[in-house]
T-cell receptor
Framework: GNSVTQMEGPVTLSEEAFLTINCTYT??????LFWYVQYPGEGLQLLLK?????DKGSNKGFEATYRKETTSFHLEKGSVQVSDSAVYFC?????????????FGTGTRLKVLA | ETGVTQSPTHLIKTRGQQVTLRCSSQ?????VSWYQQALGQGPQFIFQ???????GRGNFPPRFSGLQFPNYSSELNVNALELDDSALYLC???????????FGNGTRLTVT
């Protein structure tokens, strides 16, 4: 079945450092891909998405490119801030008989130090 | 625009009891999905409701059931609670099939 694999955390960075969180997927076809972010005590918020190969999703300085050759959707940010500390989830959407369910990775915790 | 709201925020139950969790979907959204997020894990799909009918189900036993009401709000019911049911339960709504999910802040269920 479809699955998402993320790099294990926690990832600890200093403010203004470069961030990469790796995500690879296994899927039938070419599903839409997403990054969600979860701040402490909150639900998940959509960070960015890409719906087809070579699409680049971007938001709030974060970027991810849909790479079908490597089945990857790595999240990057050029300069992280303390406020970026959160758990990041990579996900794909699986469509079966009219049902659209999201399959999430296990999440990667990011901690940014001032 | 009102977002997804869930109640209660926290709940403690005893093994064998039953629980009902509630969710109001975001304005304009007609599809509601429920996810279970165990500690340190990603959310797992429980089921989805569209136009008051269950529209798909994940790998959860029948003691997990739900309802969707005409105003698109929803309930998740869990019978015969087990210790492993302790988790954060997330409700999410969206406008149609593959549009992005909008999540509530979840209900933290603890089963003792």
């Amino acid at each position: 079945g479809n699955s998402v694999t993320q790099m294990e955390g926690p990832v600890t960075l200093s403010e203004e450092a470069f961030l990469t969180i790796n995500c690879t997927y296994t899927a039938t076809g070419y599903p839409s891909l997403f990054w969600y972010v979860q701040y402490p005590g909150e639900g998940l918020q959509l960070l960015l998405k890409a719906t087809k190969a070579d699409d680049k999703g971007s938001n709030k300085g974060f970027e991810a490119t849909y790479r079908k050759e490597t089945t990857s959707f790595h999240l990057e940010k050029g300069s992280v801030q303390v406020s970026d500390s959160a758990v990041y989830f990579c996900a794909l959407i699986e469509a079966t008989s009219g049902t659209y369910k999201y399959i999430f990775g296990t999440g990667t915790r990011l901690k940014v130090l001032a | 625009e009102t977002g997804v709201t869930q109640s209660p925020t926290h709940l403690i139950k005893t093994r064998g009891q039953q629980v009902t969790l509630r969710c109001s979907s975001q304005s304009g959204h007609n599809t509601v999905s429920w996810y279970q997020q165990a500690l340190g894990q990603g959310p797992q799909f429980i089921f989805q409701y569209y136009r008051e009918e269950e529209n798909g189900r994940g790998n959860f036993p029948p003691r997990f059931s739900g309802l969707q009401f005409p105003n698109y709000s929803s309930e998740l019911n869990v019978n015969a609670l087990e210790l492993d049911d302790s988790a954060l339960y997330l409700c999410a709504s969206n406008r149609n099939g593959d549009s992005p999910l909008h999540f509530g802040n979840g209900t933290r269920l603890t089963v003792t």
